[in-house]
């Protein structure tokens, strides 16, 4: 009997805060990557993210963002004036949410939904039906490790993710981000597409993605060389 292969490491994974682990992140980036982070915190205001810019920041000696620290404040401030009537998890946002999911939870989950309907985009930009995007990401996550937050998160259906993309995301396809994917190298491309396992995709239409990238990456070298 053939040994079951472990699952492939997925290039984004869930639950492991990877803010800027690369050896390749000089100081000055993680600083700067920290600011842009603390400036999204600011319109999201999602209480899982402040906490993990906070531990972020104490974890690699850099100042916390302005907008943490007054998040942080305000909430403490809250607190006390109400003489711990109300729990510090209410005032930072951390009480039970839609369908009584924990803060955490309900924060990875919207994590989970973005990372794989970003894969769903990047497939139909290429060419694919949403329908055979739909299946080909259903095998990526059953394929790969991507869910470490031990909260069994759990992978979407092929009929699930097709739905909430055509809701979600399939009024953006028209959009310069998808026009920049179409504009990828046929070696981008294939390197991509080589992501998922071979039975992700219907006869052909790997091939055929190939073989429109080849083609788009010809002619356009043809017109680099005309004068």
């Known amino acids: 009997m053939n040994k079951l292969q472990p699952k492939k490491k997925f290039l984004k994974e869930i639950g492991q805060f990877e803010l800027l682990r690369s050896k ?19 319109r999201t205001r999602d209480p899982i993210e402040g906490l993990e810019i906070l531990c972020a920041a104490e ?6 963002p302005e907008p943490v620290i007054a998040w942080l404040a305000k909430a403490s401030a809250a607190y006390l004036k109400g003489r711990g009537n109300d729990s510090m998890d209410k005032q930072l946002g951390l009480t039970r949410v839609q369908g009584n999911d924990s803060a955490l939870r309900a924060y990875h989950l919207k994590k989970r939904d973005s990372l794989f309907m970003s894969e ?4 139909c930009s290429l060419g694919m039906s949403i329908r055979q995007a739909s299946v080909a ?3 990526l996550m059953a394929d790969t490790e991507w869910d470490h937050t031990g909260l069994a998160l759990g992978n979407l259906s092929a009929a699930t993710l097709e739905d909430r993309y055509r809701k979600l995301w399939r009024p953006k396809q028209s959009g310069k981000n998808a026009q920049a994917i179409r504009n990828w190298s046929y070696e981008t491309i294939r390197s991509h597409l080589d992501r998922f396992p071979r039975h992700a995709f219907e006869v052909d239409v790997k091939q ?20």
Do not use: H, W
Not at 120 to 123: E, G, I, P, R
């Open 24 to 42: 390749y992140f000089t100081d000055s980036d993680r600083l700067q990557c920290l600011e842009r982070m603390g400036r999204r915190f600011a």
């Open 59 to 64: 974890r690699m000696n850099l100042d916390i």
């Open 208 to 227: 055929r993605l190939l073989r429109q990238a080849r083609l788009s990456a010809t002619n356009k070298f043809t017109e680099n060389r005309t004068p």
């Open 137 to 139: 990401v259903e095998s």
């Open 120 to 123: 769903m985009f990047v497939l």
